[in-house]
């Protein structure tokens, strides 16, 4: 029963990474319709900033928290400002143009960024300082530590934070006239340039939240760990259904629970013909049966056939 | 073959005499050239380029396939390497010490291809109602699902040999006739490089001429019926259900075949050949090229391979020569060129460096709603 | 300018792009600066981009650092000073960019070849260099299958997983006496070769295999795999992978509350898994083939000659690749030829003191012996236990 629990709160922590990604996927999809496959490796330089502050700043005698605050500011500004000039630079000229041509550029300023994050941080892993306790809680046999009780705790304030955001505000509903239909609401006076742009800043700013609390959690951080984080993150995000925020945070917990009860159990199960290295396997076989029954994913809406 | 030629230089048919003469002339030019290409390339910069230009031929093929999907038919898909796997495993499981089966690769080679074609039909049917990114998600989920399986298949019982790949696999041969050494015919000596060249160009000439027609063709209209607007399609009486599933099964038919070819020229195969970073390089190579336009793919495929090359070689030198040291490690200088080149190709021309004549007139039309 | 498109563009792009590429042309090695000394190339291939460029530069480092050594020695082969160049080339750790790199080399007419760094990347390239009779030594390819294909032309110098996986086995179950053994692989060439090796040595000193688990390359998150083997109750966890997820396993497993004792094989002997786990690390078995450095002769030179050189410590291949150089150029004195036909027989029958090891091959290119030594960390740090030489084992306490 122990290792059931222990399975279980495996399955949200890993679930709720996910979904911190899977939120700023989804922020941008709903809004442009358009996959940033860079948005992972917006997480990763959001950690490595988060890093070089953390140990220039530890040597001079500085609180831990306000360490962590400055390190955290900080990269997240220096996200925001990437995630600004990524939509100036590579997706508004192509705001009109075939739907993959963003998905390439994408795909290159992913390929840019791990290269330049290699040139600056080296190729090797890095260790990421223990900025937390390292206390943990034992519930029933099972264990959590306080990093991963503050990542599902981030997770859900960061959902709870972006549906206000869109339903409750202006700027949102500014958003949500864009998503609809950008022209009409043009002409209703929303800059929608600027509303984009502010998505890709806020997204940007949400995956530099989400890097430190990774790298936090896992302690390592390295120049390519934003690549398959990204991709499940995007898997997650459409499990859940893409545009749809409490789809992401949905997504990403069960693409967690997913894989680890899949690996828990599936091996013994199966007598150890299926063991924990077809992982993967299990969740993309969930995905194909979700949406084979729901084609636009768990909560997303059923959109009326639109050529 | 030489209509497709016309088409694929775009000469018009309404000039007819001299422009016939002209198209023939051009012909035998471009014949003489490939012909000749790996004599000269081998010449000027030396055998791995030659190699290099093998691969080039590959992964053409690879993405003409991939064009019939995505350029033709409008379905997105990430997975498409696993065709490629599954040509390879093909061959290599038929063709070397693994079972200590060995056939001929005549009989492999449309084996492989079958087999992939299965594979396809397998992949289409369940995302026959998904759309968008929604069906790209989930045959990328299909590419990493092959690739596991091949990756684990060696416990309880050893298939494909697991992560150790499957090495010795027979070279490319007829009778006693094998590409996977020096020959020598009418007293030219022949290395293995140059033989799969004239190999995999006869394939790649087969896939382009098969493209061709199958773009001007019944089913070519109606994979653009469906692209441009499915219910409309159905609405004329196209059977949506099994043009797209020929799409998938035609477009995983030429991946096979690719893949048997590049187990023969590569004598070993191991499953992080068929990552998901080699789908999104072939779908890059559609994409960058001009989908839908063969001429196009040909192109992205031809570039895609030799730029990555080409740094390697600029990245150094250009260095040393402008700034007389090396400043930046010449792999990273690398990877940043092939990262901004494919931005700026992307912005520079958004529909790909030689987009089909029909998508550019969609783009010269009002911006279609973003959906 | 739309409607009068013609295919004219493209094809300027391609003369533009091969223009280039002209420029570019390797040039012939003529090496009229080095006046009358004989240039004697030497190729290198590991990843030097991606996951595992850390240990490609590291292995490029060691190869270099050999060469560099070579040249101010001042070596004479058949009577005319050597200089020796290196090239090296960015494999990816792909097979397919491996078979083109290799192919480079062999254009570049190099007299041998140090790599590549990975077993899919080794293998397919060797039977090019075997084509074209040019010496290729791997410095850390432990695929059995490696050497299987029944070249002529292609060596090692690190131990096998089958060599590894027996000591590491018969240490678990001998001298840690370890009855119940979880296995985790990586599902890599490498992890999971050593993690078969393991269990089968394991299996033969009788212990049980409790629980046989899977991870990737990239993974990070190992809680589910874990808490799946703390159900089990082990004794010891043996991983077959790499360090770049030996050091959150490690931290994950000790969070989780399992104290079960932690082995790998060379993948996680580096600086990188003490300093990253600090003091989850702590206690964790590794091996590495060879002797330890600080016992060998101009063993411990070397390691503080690399730190003051590359302002890091060696990673992990470096010192193999040192000695893959050297067991090459000491086969070219031998044979007073630089020519890899000439000096191949001699290198089949050498025996040569490396900083790692005594090196000599059996007929297939393997390393004979082939010594291998455990490590613990201790206080932080790397500590050799024991150097156990195949079957015989002797203390080097």
């Known amino acids: 029963m122990d290792i059931f629990l222990q399975q279980i709160i495996n399955g949200l922590v890993q679930g709720s990474v996910y979904s911190m990604v899977a939120l700023g996927y989804t922020m941008v999809y709903g809004i442009l319709g358009l996959i940033n496959f860079a948005h992972g490796e917006i ?69 840019v960024l791990q290269t330049l994050a290699m040139m600056f941080w080296g190729r090797e892993y890095h260790s990421f300082p223990l900025l937390f306790t390292n206390d943990s809680v034992h519930i029933a046999g099972a264990v959590i530590t306080e990093v991963q009780i503050i990542i599902i705790t981030v997770a859900l304030v960061m959902m709870g934070g972006l549906l206000i955001l869109v339903h409750r505000t202006r700027l949102g509903r500014a958003m949500r006239a864009v998503a609809e239909n950008p022209s009409a609401a043009a002409l209703m006076g929303v800059n929608s340039n600027s509303v984009i742009s502010i998505t890709f800043v806020l997204g940007s700013a949400l995956a530099a939240i989400a890097g430190i609390m990774i790298s936090a959690n896992y302690g390592i951080v390295h120049y390519l760990m934003g690549a398959l984080l990204g991709l499940k993150a995007f898997t997650a995000a459409v499990l859940g259904g893409i545009g749809n925020l409490r789809g992401a945070m949905l997504g990403g917990l069960l693409l967690g629970l997913i894989e680890s009860l899949g690996a828990g ?6 007598g150890g013909f299926l063991g924990s290295h077809y992982q993967d396997v299990f969740a993309f076989f969930v995905l194909i049966a979700v949406l084979i029954f729901r084609p636009s994913g768990l909560l997303g809406e059923r959109v009326a056939e639109r050529a | 073959m030489r209509n497709a030629l016309k088409r694929f230089l775009i000469i018009d048919k309404r000039n007819a005499p001299n422009q016939k003469r002209l198209a023939w002339a051009a012909f035998a030019v471009l014949a003489i050239i490939l012909l000749a290409l790996p004599f000269a390339i081998d010449g000027l910069f030396g055998r791995g380029w030659v190699r290099v230009l093998d691969f080039a031929l590959l992964y053409i093929m690879l993405a003409l396939g991939l064009n019939i999907v995505v350029g033709y038919a409008g379905l997105l898909d990430l997975g498409y390497v696993a065709f490629f796997a599954v040509g390879a495993y093909c061959y290599a499981l038929l063709g070397s010490p693994q079972f200590g089966i060995h056939l001929p690769f005549w009989i492999v080679l449309p084996l492989g291809a079958l087999l992939a074609c299965l594979f396809g039909i397998l992949l289409g049917a369940p995302t026959l109602r998904l759309r968008g990114d929604y069906l ?44 996977g050494r020096t020959q020598e ?52 009486g196209i059977n949506t259900r099994n043009i797209k599933l020929l799409a998938f099964a035609m477009g995983a038919t030429f991946g096979g075949l690719a893949g048997g070819l590049f187990a023969g020229f590569q004598g070993f195969v191991s499953p992080e050949s068929f990552g998901l970073t080699e789908s999104i390089m072939i779908l890059c190579m559609v994409v960058l090229g ?19 090359e080409l740094t390697r070689h600029l990245a150094g030198t250009a260095q040393q020569a402008l700034l007389g040291k090396t400043v930046i490690d010449p792999e990273s200088l690398r990877m940043l060129m092939f990262g901004l080149a494919l931005i700026l190709i992307m912005l520079w021309r958004p529909a790909g460096l030689w987009p089909s004549s029909q998508r550019r007139r969609e783009l010269i039309a009002p911006a279609p709603p973003s959906v | 300018m739309l409607h009068t498109h013609s295919p004219l563009s493209p094809a300027l792009f391609i003369l533009l792009i091969t223009s280039l590429a002209a420029c570019n042309k390797p040039e012939t090695p003529t090496a009229s600066g080095y006046g009358r000394d004989l240039v004697v190339k030497i190729g290198a291939a590991a990843p030097l981009t991606g996951a595992q460029a850390h240990l490609g530069k590291d292995n490029e480092n060691g190869t270099r650092m050999a060469i560099e050594d070579a040249n101010t020695q001042g070596i004479m082969i058949a009577g005319r000073k050597v200089k020796f160049e290196l090239l090296s080339e960015d494999d990816q750790a792909d097979p397919k960019t491996a078979t083109v790199v290799a192919q480079k080399l062999v254009d570049a007419k190099v007299s041998g070849v140090i790599g590549h760094l990975n077993s899919g990347t080794s293998i397919p390239a060797s039977k090019i260099y075997s084509d074209n009779g040019i010496v290729q030594i ?54 999971e070769g050593l993690a078969r090796e393991f269990i089968k040595a394991a299996q033969a000193g009788g212990a049980q295999i409790v629980a046989h688990e ?163 960390i201790q206080k932080g740090k790397w500590q050799a236990l024991q150097t156990i030489d195949n079957d015989a084992i002797t203390s080097t306490r």
């Not at chain 1, 159990?265 to 199966?270: A, H, T």
């Not at chain 2, 839908?292 to 992205?300: A, E, F, K, S, T």
């Not at chain 3, 018969?170 to 490498?190: E, F, H, P």
């Not at chain 3, 730190?307 to 031998?334: G, S, T």
């Open chain 2, 290 to 308: 001009g989908m839908g336009n063969v001429g196009g793919v040909v192109l992205g495929g031809i570039l895609l391979v030799v730029i990555p």
């Open chain 1, 43 to 111: 997480v990763m330089i959001g950690a490595m900033v988060a890093l070089s502050v953390i140990q220039l700043l530890t040597g001079a005698g500085f609180p831990i928290f306000f360490i962590l605050l400055i390190s955290l500011m900080l990269s997240m500004i220096v996200c925001m400002i990437l995630g600004y000039s990524m939509e100036r630079i590579a997706y508004r000229p192509l705001r009109n143009a075939p739907r993959l041509a963003p998905l390439i550029t994408a795909i290159g300023l992913s390929i």
């Open chain 3, 138 to 191: 791997s410095p850390s390819a432990t695929a059995v299958g490696y050497t299987g294909s029944g070249f002529k032309t292609t060596y090692r110098v690190m131990a096998n997983d089958a060599q590894q996986g027996k000591v590491l086995g018969n240490y678990a179950t001998q001298m840690l006496g370890a009855k119940k053994i979880a296995v985790i692989d990586d599902r890599t060439a490498y992890g």
């Open chain 2, 136 to 179: 790209a998600i989930v045959t990328l989920g299909f590419g990493e699902i092959i690739r596991i399986f091949l990756n684990n298949l060696n416990a309880p019982i050893n298939i494909t040999n697991g992560p150790q790949g499957i090495s010795m696999i027979d070279s490319i041969h007829l009778g006693e006739f094998s590409l």
């Open chain 1, 265 to 270: 159990y599936i091996g013994d199960l199966s």
């Open chain 2, 185 to 236: 015919i009418f007293g030219i000596t022949f290395p293995a490089a140059h033989l799969h060249y004239y190999l995999f160009l006869i394939f790649t000439l087969l896939v382009i001429f098969v493209s061709l027609r199958l773009q001007d063709s019944r089913i070519g209209r109606a994979w653009a019926a469906i692209r441009e607007d499915e219910i409309a399609a159905s609405a004329m």
């Open chain 3, 214 to 376: 899977y991870t990737t390359d990239r993974a990070v998150d190992f809680a589910a795999v874990l808490t799946s083997i703390k159900g089990k109750r082990p004794e010891l966890i043996f991983f077959g992978g790499m360090d770049s997820q030996g050091v959150p396993m490690i931290k994950q497993m000790r969070a989780l509350g399992l104290t079960a004792k932690f082995m790998m094989g060379d993948g996680g002997y580096t600086p990188k898994l003490t300093e990253l786990a600090g003091a989850a690390a702590e206690g964790v078995y590794a091996s590495l083939p060879g002797v330890p450095l600080d016992k060998m002769p101009g063993g411990a030179d070397f390691s503080k000659r690399y730190e003051a050189k590359f302002h890091q410590p060696i990673q992990l291949y470096a010192p193999y690749c040192y000695d893959a150089v050297n067991v090459m150029i000491a086969a070219m004195r031998k044979a007073a030829s630089t020519d890899p036909a000439k000096y191949l027989p001699e290198l089949a029958k050498l025996t040569h003191n490396g900083i790692t090891a005594k090196i000599e091959f059996d007929e297939k290119g393997d390393l004979k012996g082939g010594a291998i030594t455990l490590y613990q």
